[in-house]
């Protein structure tokens, strides 16, 4: 499955920002998706995944609450609704896939990789 992402940006601290990814290729698939993110000199932080139908959903502590993920299967898209954000929000984000069911929060369990967006928020 090939992913591209798009909807970064900048914003004030206390804002808003959509992110989508679109999937093309092997869509018909169970795969799971995920939005990570990396800061400069930072490892990958997990920030979201969803499940193929939609119906669970992960987030680590520090996005809860603040941000959603979503899918569209009739778009082949997966958003991630960022509100209320944060400076130590800013990073590079990338949306990931897996073939499988369970919802992980390892980046090296994530097979498929689309280009990262980058979010800045600025104080």
């Known amino acids: 499955v090939q992913l591209q992402a798009s909807g970064g940006g900048l914003v004030q601290a206390g804002g808003s920002l959509r992110l989508s990814c679109a999937a093309s290729?092997?869509?018909?698939?169970?795969?799971?998706m995920g939005w990570f993110r990396q800061a400069p000199g930072k490892e990958p932080e997990f920030v979201a995944a969803?499940?193929?139908?939609?119906?669970?959903?992960y987030y680590p502590d520090s996005v809860k609450g603040r941000f959603t993920i979503s899918r569209d299967h009739a778009k082949n898209t997966v958003y991630l609704q960022m509100n209320s954000l944060k400076p130590e929000d800013t990073a590079v984000y990338y949306c990931?896939?897996?073939?499988?069911?369970?919802?992980?929060?390892?980046?090296?369990?994530?097979?498929?990789w689309g280009q990262g967006t980058q979010v800045t928020v600025s104080s």
């Open positions: 990931a896939a897996r073939f499988g069911t369970v919802l992980l929060d390892s980046s090296i369990r994530y097979g498929h």
């Open positions: 969803i499940s193929w139908s939609g119906g669970s959903t």
């Open positions: 290729g092997r869509t018909s698939s169970n795969y799971i």
